[in-house]
């Protein structure tokens, strides 16, 4: 059985590199959680937890890590959400506590990034936040408002933008399948179109899951979703993965939603990914249906 030295409210998630990581619950939720693809916190209502709980946390976390720990996640949904002069607690206790580290990350949304000035946002990278996580989930204007993203491809873009200008380097998801099968190719280009103008570190594509049944997610999808084979998904990242114009951008495609693991360097590895992705296409039946599984 696993120990934990602190407690948490679960459901808790973090992202595949931050498996090894000390996590730190900084709020609770999300703070928007009202997008149709997701279902990760729709059973939390969302609140900032209170700041000597989650001092008290990282004291725990330091001393069960004992100088082992390497890196700090800050959770829920979008840690990022709380103001810089809160983060700013947080992240000096984590100095004090766990010393050198090689970055703190948490999930944010482009609208926290936008909501902080430019010198807060590198004053908290200068306490360590390295590493920003962004399910932009696509660079599709009319798929973003159908999916009731709350963000645009402009504030998107000058989110992350900013984020980047204050060195704070991005780790930006894209949701393969998202529109289903009649807002596909224009998906696939217009994520790719954003993602060429941020080159951001890392990138990395899931596929959306409907846990509840694609009635469910239809209900709230504000448009007519038909839903891809598995062909018809891996041929909309083909197109995604073609059009990139990108320079050493860290490419997963890792996530358990996904029906290909793929990994690589963009643009280096591009033409070795189309390959891969033309083989399986090739190796699959062209009526075989995703199976629905996860809480995205």
Known sequence: MY????????????????????????TIGCSWNQCAFCEMYTSKKFRARPMDEVLADISKLALHYGGSAKKVFLADGNAFVLSASKLT???EHVQKEFGRLQRVSCYASPRDILAKTDQELVQLRELGLKLLYVGIESGDEELLQLINKGETYQTTLDGISRAHNAGIDTSIMILNGLGGRLYARQHAIHSARIINALNPKFLSTLTLSMPYGEEHFQEKFKGDY???SVVEIMQELRVFIEHLEVENVIYRSNHVSNNLIL???????????LQQIDVAIAAT???????????L
Not at 4 to 26: G, N
Not at 285 to 295: F, K, N, R
């Open 3 to 26: 120990f934990s030295p602190v407690h948490y409210e679960e459901p808790l998630f973090r992202p595949p590199a931050e498996a090894y990581s000390a996590i730190v619950q900084a």
């Open 89 to 91: 607690q947080i992240l």
């Open 226 to 228: 038909q839903q891809q």
């Open 263 to 273: 990994s690589g360097t963009l643009s280096r590895d591009k033409e070795d990914l």
């Open 285 to 295: 039946p062209a009526d075989l249906m995703p199976v629905q599984s996860g809480a």
